[in-house]
């Protein structure tokens, strides 16, 4: 199984960045890939989600398969039009949070999958770090890329700067 964890410490607490996160509408204000989010962020429930990537419209339906209030998210992504499932299997992706005291939070993003025969080949290039149009400067942390799209979320686009070392 491939795990890639990204982690990011913002400095909000972590009641205002998992309203961030779990709000279907906050969530895509801030995401760099998504463009709509719909369905509910609930234990059980499905969702679809309109991104663009590389300048190319998808979606993937993911249904959420973990849930602690205020604490913890995971969704497993049943199909997707970009491709990415054809490559892996039982992928699954989420965010969890961690006080850091009264106004700070430790986010780790996290993405689980197995490559499938083809992807095996291609897995240093999947775990490498997002980079070339749309993804900021090479070598950035996928929290990073997440939090540099943000306008509407200023408190974790500051401490990814810090943590991306910018």
Known sequence: MEDITDEVVVDAPADRVWKAIAD???HVAWHPFATRIDG???LGAAR???VLIGGKPGASQERCSAYEEG???MWSVESDSTGFSRMVADWRTGFSLQPQGPGATLVRAQSLFRPRLPARLMAPLIRRKPS???HGR???TWAAVYASASDRWPELALAARAFAGG
Do not use: D, V, Y
Request: aromatic residues 0%; proline residues 17%.
């Open 48 to 50: 679809t989600c309109s």
């Open 138 to 140: 090479p070598g950035k």
């Open 24 to 26: 279907p509408g906050e």
């Open 132 to 134: 070339g149009p749309g």
């Open 71 to 73: 604490s913890a998210i």
């Open 40 to 42: 509910q962020h609930a």
